[in-house]
């Protein structure tokens, strides 16, 4: 038997069908089986494998900085904004009724990348606060320091971002639904990891880092 989707996505009838055959799979005869084929196997297999790819991709940049930073705190300080980019993304489809799909996730991963950069600057930039050629200012003062100062770098990388995905997610012309969950999912995500980076980064790395960086303790044992 086959059948074609109408008027909904393929994520809720894969859904249906699946309740369907687990209630009748326990009345047929163990010599058969029901087993659901087509595009239903292929969109579980891409949404699995994308998942891997954002947890790994995750996970290699973390500790990618924690080599640079010679430091376990300062990336994972850096990571606080992903549940902002994760939880504007998931914001950005429920108000547009947007599905989760592979385009969705890869604009997933862009606002990770973005929110990521944007980041680095500012904790970057904090822990240069820190240094004796800046007053060897504490952790709350480098922190608002570092806000003041790289917040129209952080604004510009994030406008000029959500600016260029605006007509892709409006899916204007002839297949433009197809890219739009892209478009959607990096405006979302990375309007709330912008804050979240601008607000919530210089807070937590106010409180997570109260001594300096190595270098600088270095510095100040031997002048």
């Not at 109408?6 to 047929?28: E, F, H, N, P």
């Not at 790819?53 to 606080?80: C, E, H, K, R, T």
């Not at 429920?94 to 996730?105: D, E, K």
């Not at 995905?165 to 969950?181: K, V």
Request: aromatic share 8%.
């Amino acid at each position: 038997m086959s059948a074609n989707v109408q008027g909904t996505d393929l994520g809720t009838v894969s859904d249906a069908v699946d309740t369907i055959v687990g209630r009748y799979s326990g009345q047929i005869s163990k010599a058969s089986s029901i087993t659901v084929r087509g595009q239903v196997r292929s969109m579980k297999d891409s949404f699995y494998q994308m998942g891997l790819g954002i947890v790994f991709a995750v996970l290699l940049v973390y500790f990618l900085m924690v080599v640079n930073f010679q430091s376990w705190m300062d990336p994972f300080i850096i990571l606080m904004a992903l549940p902002g980019a994760l939880a504007g993304i998931l914001w950005a489809l429920f108000v547009t009724r947007t599905t989760i799909s592979v385009p969705a996730l890869m604009g997933c991963i862009m606002a990770i990348g973005v929110a990521t950069s944007n980041s680095i600057l500012m904790v970057t930039f904090a822990n240069e606060q820190r240094g004796p050629q800046f007053g060897n200012l504490d952790a709350g003062a480098a922190a608002l320091a570092a806000g003041r100062t790289r917040l129209r770098p952080v604004l510009m990388t994030a406008l000029a971002m959500l600016l260029g995905m605006l007509p892709m997610s409006l899916g204007l012309g002839e297949g433009g639904e197809q890219n739009a969950p892209l478009g959607r999912a990096v405006i979302g995500g990375l309007t709330l990891a912008t804050c979240y980076t601008l607000f919530f980064v210089p807070t937590a790395y106010s409180w997570l880092r109260p001594t300096p960086p190595k270098d600088f303790d270095d510095e100040e044992a031997h002048p």
